[in-house]
């Protein structure tokens, strides 16, 4: 088949027309800013691919954690203003578990269970996660080991709460700011005060 070159045509077969191109570039000396271009865009997309890879996935698992308790937080806190019932999120630092359950005692837990779905049945951290102590000002001070809850009112407002996660290496605290009713998630293991 003939190789049209600018505007002719060329009796040169494939193979003649590659050792052609090879014998016309092996004059050039260096590489063009194209071909660096093009190398670097490729090496960026598989470095974009590959680092995310391998994060630590301790470190991977602690933030979904936190992530997950502080959107648990929310949800109950939503909950129990547009239902006009008190939620409780009960936690068993034993046991490494969380979960939730109505803060009347004359709610029928079916429909509960229903209603709140997988957060009635409960979450368990799965190691190397784990919950190294909570602290309720207002209740039990530090707690350690055992159980405790978080109280959400259908007014909006929670116990004042300060949950600790960590990996063993990292660690991070989840505290309820009273000014807004929303927990934040700092990094590192903090002491948090509250007035009164």
């Not at 494939?14 to 590489?31: C, H, K, N, P, Y």
């Not at 239902?83 to 837990?109: I, K």
């Not at 990996?167 to 989840?174: H, I, K």
């Amino acid at each position: 088949m003939p190789i049209l070159i600018a505007g002719r045509r060329s009796r040169l077969g494939a193979g003649q027309w590659v050792q052609r191109l090879i014998t016309l570039r092996s004059d050039a000396a260096g590489f063009t800013l194209l071909e660096l271009t093009l190398v670097l865009v490729i090496m960026s997309v598989v470095f974009a691919l590959v680092i995310p890879r391998l994060r630590d996935p301790g470190r991977a698992e602690l933030e979904a954690q936190s992530h997950h308790l502080v959107l648990t937080f929310r949800l109950l806190r939503s909950e129990a203003v547009l239902n006009g019932s008190a939620y409780r999120l009960n936690y068993d630092l034993d046991q490494q578990r969380y979960w939730v359950t109505p803060g009347d005692a004359s709610v029928d837990l079916a429909q509960f269970a229903h209603d709140i779905g997988a957060l009635a049945r409960g979450t368990r951290l799965d190691r190397p996660v784990a919950i190294v102590d909570i602290v309720l000002p207002t209740l039990a001070g530090k707690v350690e080991q055992g159980q405790i809850y978080t109280v959400f009112y259908p007014d909006g407002s929670v116990d004042p709460t300060v949950i600790h996660l960590a990996n063993g290496r990292d660690a991070y605290t989840l505290w309820l700011n009273p000014m807004n009713g929303r927990l934040n998630m700092d990094t590192g293991y903090r002491e948090v005060q509250y007035a009164g």
